[in-house]
């Protein structure tokens, strides 16, 4: 008998789908170390090593308690040899060796800053980090031919790398709520993404849209992102057809994670005015009564209204990005994604576009292997029955899936 021998804290099964995994965990730590191993293997275009990674530390995030020695680990699923070594040593030292060095490393905050810049993804950010191109700033001076995204990234870029707050994508709700009222009275907005999932800050706003009458969703985008033009809130965006019904995402073809519903990838010029009413609106309703806007000094709307706000008698602002330099700002870009779906489709699409990233993969890796399924978000195929299976909610798919439900605010894998 080995004498280092102990039991798991706890069981847990090895798809992160058959799992809870909650916002809040208690290993930040070691999470940290692989994520930063994860992230790495990402720009590296290192796909398996990235999702080993992942897992790893997916499954970290669903244990109930923080982990202080390895062996507290064993028979545990997902940790493979050299997650377990990073955990060993994090756990041993205080920290590990790899992951500092790549934390250091020129590469590795080069592809960082530069996949950082809206519309550049690892193969372009890669062949620019060999040409000796390290930063945004490198890459204004290098004179290079930007597309229209990437132009609009690196005009963006530091509002873009600012995390986006709940009440900022509240903010935007309203509006994008207002603009799918006006040309398609009925159709209806969910906020999807890592909101859906609980997060109280993102990297976007993502929405999904869709029509209670099936067919009426047809051309919603467009009217919806011509009425935002023409309101200037749209600094960039760009919107692409949906080609599922041109039949090449059928199941004979290897499962997809590239949905093909119409989709507007934006970056939305979001104004102190448009926070600050949504903030009164929902934070504070006596202010909606008694206050007018207009005589509100900029900054009051943006602070926070509980009580965490108060420190020292010195208010925290809801977001830095209002309050650089000498005055606040009066508006900042934040990207914003909205997806049309058709009803049929709505519970499809909903389980896809929540999240997180690896949560979907586990879904479609567990569909694949475990039933023979396919699932995308917009359909299930079974392939022993030779037919797609019907959804009308989440929950009906989970079951489908022979999975027991998990709420959005346990698929923080
Ligand atoms: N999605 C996916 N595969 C992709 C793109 C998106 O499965 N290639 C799904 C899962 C994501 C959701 O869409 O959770 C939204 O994508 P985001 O990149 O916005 O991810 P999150 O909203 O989860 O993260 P963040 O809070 O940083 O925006
Ligand atoms: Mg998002």
């Not at 790893?56 to 390895?70: D, M, N, T």
């Not at 709307?301 to 602002?317: H, I, K, N």
Request: hydrophobic content about 35%; proline content about 5%.
């Amino acid at each position: 008998e080995d004498p280092d021998a102990e039991l798991a804290v706890v069981s847990l099964p090895s798809y992160a789908c058959q799992r809870h995994t909650p916002l809040q965990h208690h290993n930040k730590g070691l999470i940290g170390a692989l994520s930063i191993l994860a992230e790495n293997a990402e720009l590296s275009e290192n796909e398996g090593r990235g999702v080993a990674f992942r897992r790893a530390a997916a499954l970290l995030k669903s244990l109930p308690q923080e982990i202080g020695r390895a062996g507290q680990l064993r028979g545990l699923p997902c940790l493979g040899d050299h997650s377990l070594r990073v955990i060993k040593e994090v756990l041993e030292d205080g920290g590990c060796r790899e992951v500092e060095a790549t934390k250091e490393s020129e590469q590795f905050k080069a592809m960082k800053a530069l996949t950082g810049i809206f519309g550049v993804g690892p193969k372009t950010a890669d062949r620019w980090f060999r040409e000796g191109i390290h930063t945004p700033s490198d890459l204004q001076r290098s004179g290079h031919t930007l597309n229209r995204a990437q132009q609009a990234g690196l005009q963006h870029y530091d509002d873009l790398n600012l995390p986006v707050t709940k009440a900022e994508a509240d903010a935007i709700c309203l509006i994008v709520e207002r603009a799918v009222g006006e040309v398609l009275p009925g159709a209806e907005i969910t906020l999807i993404g890592g909101f859906r999932r609980g997060k109280q800050t993102g990297h976007d706003v993502d929405f999904l849209i869709t029509h209670p009458e099936e067919g009426r969703e047809e051309g919603l985008m467009v009217k919806v992102v011509s009425w935002l033009e023409a309101q200037g809130l749209l600094l960039y965006q760009k919107t692409t057809r949906n080609s599922y019904l041109e039949g090449k995402d059928g199941p004979a073809r290897p499962p997809s994670n590239m949905d093909r519903f119409e989709r507007c990838f934006s970056i939305f010029r979001l104004s102190a005015e448009q926070l600050r009413r949504t903030t009164h609106s929902t934070t504070d309703p006596s202010s909606r009564v008694n206050t007018d806007l207009h005589t509100v000094p900029p900054q009051s709307a943006l602070r926070r209204s509980d009580s965490s706000a108060q420190m020292d008698g010195q208010v925290r602002v809801e977001s830095s990005v209002w309050s650089q330099g000498s005055g606040s700002r009066s508006w900042r870009a934040v990207r914003l994604d909205l997806v049309v779906s058709p009803y049929s489709q709505f519970a499809f699409a909903l389980l896809g576009w929540t999240g997180s990233k690896l949560f979907e993969r586990e879904l479609r890796r567990w569909a694949v292997h475990e039933r023979a399924m396919t699932l995308s978000s917009h359909t299930l195929y079974d392939s022993r029955q030779k037919l797609y299976l019907r959804a009308g909610s989440e929950q009906e798919i989970f079951a489908l899936l022979g999975l027991e439900y998990i709420p959005p605010c346990g698929r923080n894998a």
